[in-house]
């Protein structure tokens, strides 16, 4: 077997030029493309072009806010974003519950965007709140929706001389009255996601809904979130033939593969819970934002969220 | 001197060298003078080997196949029936089965050219399920009925006789599934000519074992080959006749390179090829009167053997005996198959069969406990069985059975009573209770007749003993419990005796390390032993002792009918289990675990518990998240990210009991226990997510998303079966 | 193609000239004899192979040997030569936490790492903090147990 070229760049610019040089496959914390490229004890994976390993670059690697905006640097790991206070909470969930611990300390927000898996963790959660991807080239910047730039099922808008630098998150959960994060895993850590679902829902004074979001992963080729859906529900009290509208027109946009029936269900009555405790909770004046699946769901050493 | 208690804990003798990570598994032995091998293997089910295409092979470098027999070699591995081929020849019947082994010594150009084999087939239409097996499909390819085996046990009137009688007849099938060992440590094997013998590494349970089944592929003896166990990184009955698929190609393979050879599984290549557990199907018919008692159970009994009989006749007799559980039913009849199919073959696993009909028979008792409204606790203990009660096999239950006793203590751990009727059924909270049992050691009079085993302690110079035996270490304490009752017996301290990893030359065969035996039978030849030892021990420089099996008198067993008294010990258990089921995904969590075990008197308390705890923990993944599908001969879950087995979070810790019950022909009392901790937690966690949901549950492995389809689809407990 | 690769493993400078591409986990075991990193999946999910970078407990089966570049690392051979790693193997071996041992070196490697950044766990947190070690012998009772023993016996010396 040949043996490709590996460059380690200790700064992005110098990793922009390579980039800009050749088509390198871009490698961060390597908890996918080593495993896809693996081979069998003792061998060295196989690579089928040159490939740039990303990991350490420390341009690349902070979290930071500007203005009421976070950035969180594409070679962070789960494991910092789970940790940061400055993270939404949504994302913070979804990586804290990525994999296991080891794997948390290497694989990247960067990484799990540009896999573009239908399972990764941290899309769902970038989704719901309206998330930007930060793409540098020797050209300059540019910024685009986390959704746009995943196209389709390992499909990303990306050129071959650019990188995924930052992603952005315009909304936290302050920016919410109630929250919901729901991960069915394949058991309960260390786990593959069979159907995650995440909402989010803001009362205006009067009761009526000033903003709903609802975003599903492993329901389909990509995450699914749709505006329409969500719109069915925003400016209108939440009353029952309502959710039931909102779960029926959610029902449309997903198109869950493999075990379809439960991951429907899933998202039905997790749509169902949501929206009538969020309404009960606001009707009781209850504060607790933290809405999950039943009352008492148990959730060892999640990160907490922040109180607003 | 006055001792304590030999159930006080020690530390195991090799708990600092694996923590630290210096012991050596053999992937951490220097071999490099071996050249590497890879199996090439089937990838169709069933079909005709129409041709082997392979790349030029460099110099050094070598295919092995069927071809490459010597004269006087037999083409099978010798695993109680001798029908596993060591190479297929001619024809697959398979996935994954054995064509031939690459070697060289350059592990990348290896992987390289093996890459490019081409192997053409005819392919012919599989059998992979059970009902396919029984059906057929793809023409029947075992006996002209695709049945490898089967029996049938009766006691009691004949059940047809009681059925024309009886008030309702009640019919349910019961599935369990696949399942994969996951020992953390995958196969290895290596093997080398040393001066005129064959020597074999090999990460094994049963050093003899491999010995006797890969001889006749040379057509030599099995004293011509030398096993020496390595450090074995867990096994659970995957390491018990498997390790023989690779050492048989491994012998040819250095028989015609005149090299060493060497072969370590990754982790991929070890779920896809290796034995599993059985699935089984288990098609109850039983009678009750008019106030809901049992007049008679019948019972159809179904494993899917895989395309060679091996070792599954064994499994499907323990199978059929462990039918009736517990319980004693006034009449009751069994028969069993052990069916072919084109999968890879099922084998050996923790419980040996037994685990699959007493999961069945402990379901089917809640289910017609709850159609008849009643605890299924109260149901159960309306037949609990007890001592010199008929059992299956018209022997007799020789020993006091404990379970009033250790329901006692989980009941009052667990507070089951109170639970069970306050969650109601549906109400997403659920308790659940099993019952099972685990005979020790080989059935009936194997132990004298197949196995005779034999053991020796040597005295040193220096007042060193060293046991002898071939029992391995695999995890599950063994050499450091052995060396416990022999440095208690013969008061010298624990430090001064040896029990190094069995090397085939230098022990004698003490039979294999499967069946719960160790303890109860070698434990017990070490304890007679030392007591023949003791006083020779001060007035004799260096001299040895020797023990053979004796089998007790007065308990007989005809292995051609299967009647009589199948074992002389049982380990017995009760647990329950307690989850909470969410609404609106079906995800179970688990709320809490009780058991209390009968293992006669503990050799280590601490030894005992881990055993329990992890006996436990693989029967719940067994029942819940472990699912292994085969589709067209495949198996669909290949790694551990897709075969699911339970973390550190999934479950709670647990609380662990145990009852008082010496045994007499056991060290210090011990019986066997290492199956038994695994034999109920499954129907324990079943009853208890079933009653949350409010369905029948039959068929296992039930990940989440079963759940979820019981929930919508299942029956409720009323419903008519 | 080959490059020439520094680090430092388990306090030490070492360099190695290899094809940086080469998993973290062949070249610990193969060139470095670091044996006590197990190899029990190959891909980032059973923890058996687990070591600090960095400080980090990672899985070097997923990390090619580039990535090492500069970095320290710290295998199960350079904890349990300090006094906290001999804590731990103390605990476990009086614990009972180990059985075929395979998983141990990880589970070992996950302790410290846990008690290393929270010297006072509770039962949650440290299943938690084991969750990526899988072992299939002990049903992880007794290894919490152990963990709790190693966190009361080493008391201030995990907050140094």
């Known amino acids: 077997m040949e043996k490709v070229m590996c460059y380690i760049p200790k700064t992005l610019n110098e990793a922009l030029e390579i980039r800009n040089k050749e088509d390198v496959i871009v490698l961060a914390g390597g908890s996918d493309l080593m495993v896809s490229h693996k081979r069998t004890i003792g061998l060295t994976p196989k690579f089928d072009k040159s490939v740039m390993i990303i990991r350490n670059l420390p341009e690349i690697r902070k979290i930071y806010m500007d203005g009421s905006e976070c950035h969180i640097g594409a070679a962070c790991t789960s494991r910092e974003i789970a940790e940061s206070p400055l993270v939404p909470w949504h994302v913070r969930q979804a990586a804290s519950r990525m994999g296991a611990i080891g794997l948390r300390n290497s694989a990247t927000i960067g990484g799990n965007i540009a896999n573009a898996s239908p399972k990764g963790d941290t899309p769902g959660p970038l989704y719901l709140l309206d998330a930007r991807v930060k793409i540098a080239s020797t050209d300059g910047v540019r910024e685009e929706l986390v959704s746009d730039f995943i196209i389709k099922f390992r499909t990303i808008d990306l050129k071959p001389n650019e990188m995924i630098t930052e992603v952005i998150l315009p909304l936290s959960e302050d920016d919410f009255d109630y929250v919901f994060w729901h991960k069915v895993g394949t058991r309960k850590a260390n786990a593959i996601s069979k159907v995650t679902l995440s909402q989010a829902v803001k009362f205006a004074s009067d009761g009526t809904v000033c903003d709903y979001r609802a975003s599903a992963t492993a329901t389909g080729s990509k995450t699914n979130r749709s505006r329409d859906v969500e719109n069915i529900i925003i400016g209108k009290r939440i009353a029952p033939e309502l959710i039931e509208e909102v779960i029926a027109a959610f029902d449309g946009i997903i198109s869950p593969r493999a075990m379809p029936e439960f991951r429907r269900e899933s998202c039905r009555r997790s749509i169902r819970r949501f929206l009538t405790e969020a309404e009960k909770r606001r009707i009781e004046g209850c504060r607790d934002k933290v809405i999950d699946t039943y009352d008492g769901y148990y959730v060892p050493c999640a990160p907490v969220c922040r109180l607003s | 001197m006055v001792t304590e208690d030999i159930s006080k804990a020690i530390r195991r003798i090799d708990a600092v060298s694996k923590s630290k990570g210096t012991i050596k598994y053999l992937s951490d032995y220097d071999l490099d003078d071996y050249l590497w091998g890879r199996l090439v293997r089937s990838s169709i089910p069933r079909g005709i080997i129409k041709k082997i295409n392979l790349p030029d092979l460099p110099e050094g470098y070598f295919f092995v196949s069927a071809k490459d027999i010597p004269e006087g070699g037999k083409n099978y591995l010798h695993m109680i029936a001798t029908d596993w081929r060591c190479f297929a020849d001619g024809d697959v019947k398979y996935v994954g089965e054995t064509i031939g082994i690459l070697c060289g010594p350059d592990k990348t150009l290896l992987e390289d050219l093996y890459e490019e084999i081409n192997i053409e087939y005819e392919e012919a239409e599989p059998a992979v399920s059970i009902d396919e097996g029984i059906a057929c499909k793809g023409g029947a390819f075992i006996n002209g009925n695709n049945i490898h085996c089967s029996l049938k046990l009766e006691v009691g009137e004949n059940v047809d006789s009681v059925f024309a009688r009886a008030d309702k007849i009640i019919e349910e099938t019961i599935e369990t599934g696949f399942q994969e060992h996951v020992y953390l440590e995958t196969n290895a094997a290596a093997c080398k000519k040393v001066g005129d013998k064959y020597q074999i590494l090999a990460s094994a349970q049963c050093p003899f074992y491999i010995r006797k089944s890969i001889a006749p592929v040379l057509g030599i003896k099995p004293e011509d080959i030398v096993v020496q166990q390595t450090t074995t990184g867990g096994a659970f009955g995957g390491k018990e006749h498997f390790p023989d698929v690779l050492c048989g190609p491994l012998l040819l393979a250095a028989y015609v390179t005149g090299r060493g050879v060497k072969m370590i599984f990754d982790r991929e290549e070890d779920i896809e090829f290796s034995v599993k557990r059985h699935p089984s199907k288990v098609m109850f018919k039983t009678a009750l009167d008019k106030d809901g008692n049992i007049m008679a159970m019948d019972s159809k009994v179904y494993y899917n053997v895989g395309a060679y009989l091996a070792s599954s006749f064994v499994v499907l007799q323990r199978g059929c005996f462990h039918v009736t559980g517990c319980y004693k039913f006034p009449s009751f009849r069994t028969e069993g198959f052990g069916v072919a199919t084109n999968t890879f073959p099922s084998c050996a696993f923790r419980g040996f069969g037994a685990p699959q009909t007493l999961f069945a028979v402990e379901t089917h008792m809640c289910h017609i406990a709850e159609k008849l409204g009643i605890d299924p606790l109260e149901y159960k203990s309306r037949y609990f069985i007890k001592q010199g009660d008929v059992t299956s096999t018209n022997g007799r239950v020789v020993e006091r059975v404990m379970i009033p006793e250790m329901l006692n203590q989980v009941l009052d751990a667990s507070d089951y009573k109170r639970k069970s009727r306050e969650y109601k059924y549906g109400s997403g909270r659920g308790i659940g209770i099993s019952f099972y049992n685990h005979g020790g050691a080989f059935t009936g009079n194997g132990e004298s007749a197949i196995i005779k085993a034999k053991l020796r302690l040597h005295k040193y110079p220096d007042g060193r003993v060293e046991i002898l035996c071939g029992q391995t270490e695999m995890g599950q304490g063994f050499h450091s419990i052995m060396p416990k009752i022999v440095s208690r017996v013969l008061e010298i301290p624990m430090e001064k005796v040896v029990f190094d990893d069995p090397n085939t030359d230098r022990v004698p065969d003490s039979g294999p390390t499967a069946a719960s035996r160790s303890t109860m039978i070698v434990g017990y030849l070490a304890e007679k032993a030392a007591n023949l030892m003791k006083p020779r021990y001060d007035k004799e420089e260096e001299f040895e002792v020797e023990t053979n099996y004796e089998h007790p008198e007065g308990y007989p067993w005809d292995q051609a009918s299967f009647q009589g008294y199948a074992y002389l010990g049982y380990g017995w258990g009760v647990c329950v289990v307690e989850v909470e089921v969410d609404p609106c995904t079906g995800e179970v969590t688990t709320r809490g675990i009780w058991s209390s075990h009968d293992c006669g008197h503990l050799i280590d308390e601490l030894i005992v518990h881990g055993q329990t705890n992890g006996g436990i923990l693989q029967g719940i993944g067994w029942a819940s998240t472990e699912v292994l599908e085969n589709v067209k001969g495949h198996f669909k879950q290949t790694s551990i990210s897709d075969y699911i087995i339970p973390t550190s979070m999934d479950h709670p810790k647990q609380g662990v009991y145990y009852v008082e019950n010496a045994y007499r022909w056991g060290p210090s009392g011990a019986k066997g226990m290492g199956e038994l901790v695994f034999n109920g937690s499954g129907a324990a966690y079943i009853d208890a997510v079933s009653r949350a949901i409010g369905k029948r549950i039959s068929a296992i492995p039930c990940p989440t998303e079963r759940v979820m389809d019981y929930m919508l689809h299942g029956h409720d407990f009323k419903e008519e079966f | ?160």
């Open chain 3, 1 to 160: 193609m080959d490059k020439t690769i520094s680090f430092k493993l388990n306090g030490e400078a070492v360099s190695i000239t290899t094809d940086p591409l080469r998993r973290l986990l062949d070249v610990l075991r193969e060139d470095f004899k670091c044996h006590g990193v197990k190899e029990g999946c190959s891909e980032g999910e059973c923890g058996a192979c687990s070591v600090l970078l960095n400080g980090e407990m990672v899985t070097p089966c997923l990390i090619p040997l580039g990535a090492a570049d500069g970095q320290e690392v710290v295998t199960v051979e350079g904890i349990t030569a300090t006094e906290k790693g001999d804590i731990i193997v103390q605990a476990f071996a009086d614990g009972g936490a180990v059985q075929c041992g395979f998983c141990i070196p990880g589970m070992v490697v996950a302790a410290y790492y846990l008690l290393s950044r929270n010297p006072n766990p509770t039962e949650d947190e440290i299943r938690l903090g084991i969750s990526g070690n899988l072992c299939r012998c002990t049903g992880y009772d007794l290894i919490v147990e152990s963990i709790k023993l190693a966190a009361s016996r080493g008391g201030d010396i995990w907050k140094k």
